[in-house]
């Protein structure tokens, strides 16, 4: 009988086939770990960001730029890793 927790694309797959899908699922993970270290990173540099917007004249506002691109590579990098993750997680039953 089928195992009915997997999905039903997944449920006769080879094993060439299996190791492609856990091996892009564990670059989802990766992908969103690294998503999530750049928010943090971006939640700390958020800090000289808004004294660099204050202070510093016309244009020129390298921390607020790099926090701008800090927090867009964490919306990135997580959402490609759900993207990658997706389908059947490993630990639930």
């Not at 270290?37 to 244009?59: C, K, N, R």
């Not at 730029?65 to 630990?91: C, E, M, P, Q």
Request: proline share 4%; hydrophobic share 50%.
């Amino acid at each position: 009988m089928a195992n009915l927790s997997i999905p039903a694309e997944e449920r006769n797959l080879t094993p060439d086939e299996v190791a492609a899908l856990d091996s892009r699922r564990h670059w989802g993970l990766t992908c969103q770990v690294i998503g999530g270290q750049f928010a943090f990173f971006a939640i700390l540099i958020t800090v000289w960001a808004g004294q660099d917007a204050t202070y510093s004249p016309g244009w020129v506002h390298p921390m607020l730029y790099l926090d701008i691109l800090t927090a867009l590579l964490a919306v990135i990098f997580y959402f490609y890793g759900s993207h990658l993750k997706r389908g059947n997680l490993d630990f639930l039953d």
